[in-house]
């Protein structure tokens, strides 16, 4: 590209800018751009080093100065520079520059730069072990209201909970915390790790309350793959089934219907739902009551009747409604 090469600077930015977007750089603009990432121009050094970061493993040899780019006077270099070590560094495992460059980044006055680091390292597995305690600082320091970085410093951390135990209780505090996305962060992480998470079941069971319906269901979600096996979380999961939204509803329904017998003081709540609008509900609790067995036998005259219910519905569940119900009841009959 011969734009690359141009004199003028906004050319090259532009230039740049085209091939941070491809999925396939050109290889032979490779050299060029390695170069540019010492432009002189700070505009053309940022989209370039988004640039440099398409190429993948095949840029190794840029990792040193992407490294010595985080200490670039212009943010949206460093910002740039961060996004493509992790491109690149996540995939060339013998590299020992990156993590230790990106921790230092994490104290970056810059939002973007600290977010853009907390990416990178959320991407190197095992490498990034040693970002923990500065992980859990920048965490600390940037929850607040108005926080960026924040959701990306979560999603780090979680990516390391089985590395320490400092990490758990960290995301259970930033489940409380003023940002809406460092939450809904928080929520999600301790729902992927696994019974690591139930010292938290207490404080997620409470965001089943929220205002927030996105909240509400992503706690919800997060108690089921977490805990569903902990007798601590099903009260809260029977408890959300009485929620007023069907997007939070159904966490709990599918959730129940995964832990079977054990569930079975949540066949009450799951009777209602095979009477209510949604089909997709309607199919989800009779499959939770079948899998919750004999227990569940006081919703047996209700999936009797359904079974002679004519279903007008333009959702997909309403021509398998009949056969789940058909299942549900053997199951519970047997």
């Not at 060029?32 to 840029?59: F, M, T």
Request: with cysteine; proline share 7%; glycine share 8%.
């Amino acid at each position: 590209m011969k734009e690359l090469n141009s004199p003028d600077k906004e050319k090259r930015y532009q230039a740049c800018l085209a091939l941070s977007g491809k999925e396939h750089p050109p290889a032979e603009d490779l050299p060029v751009v390695l170069a540019l990432l010492k432009d002189p121009a700070e505009n053309v050094r940022g989209s370039c080093g988004a640039a440099i970061g398409s190429y993948g493993a095949a840029a190794s040899e840029a990792i040193p100065i992407l490294v010595s780019m985080l200490h670039d006077p212009s943010s949206y270099a460093r910002t740039t520079a961060a996004g493509s070590l992790r491109k690149i560094s996540a995939k060339v495992p013998e590299d020992t520059l990156a993590v230790p460059a990106l921790i230092e980044a994490m104290k970056d006055e810059d939002t973007n730069v600290r977010s853009s680091s907390a990416e990178a390292l959320r991407d190197m597995g095992d490498r990034a072990v040693p970002a923990i305690p500065a992980l859990l600082l920048a965490l600390k320091h940037h929850s607040g209201k108005d926080s960026r970085d924040g959701p990306q410093i979560v999603q780090a951390l979680g990516a390391l909970v089985s590395k320490s135990p400092d990490i758990v209780p960290a995301l259970t505090r930033a489940v409380r915390a003023p940002a809406r996305g460092v939450q809904s962060e928080a929520i999600v992480a301790l729902g992927t790790s696994g019974r690591l998470a139930r010292p938290a079941i207490a404080v997620l069971g409470q965001m089943i309350h929220d205002k927030d319906e996105g909240i509400r269901g992503s706690a919800v979600d997060a108690l089921g793959k977490c805990c569903a096996d902990s007798d601590e979380a099903v009260p809260f999961l029977i408890e959300a089934l009485n929620d007023r939204v069907n997007d939070v509803r159904k966490f709990a329904v599918l959730h129940l219907g995964e832990i079977g017998p054990k569930a079975k003081a949540a066949v009450p709540g799951l009777i209602p739902i095979l009477s209510g609008k949604a089909i997709y509900l309607r199919q989800w609790a009779a499959e939770a009551l079948g899998n919750i067995g004999p227990d569940a036998k006081a919703a047996l005259p209700r999936l009797h009747q359904m079974l002679n219910e004519k279903i007008v519905s333009k959702e997909s569940e309403a021509g398998q409604l009949a056969e789940t119900v058909q299942t549900a009841i053997g199951k519970i009959e047997k």
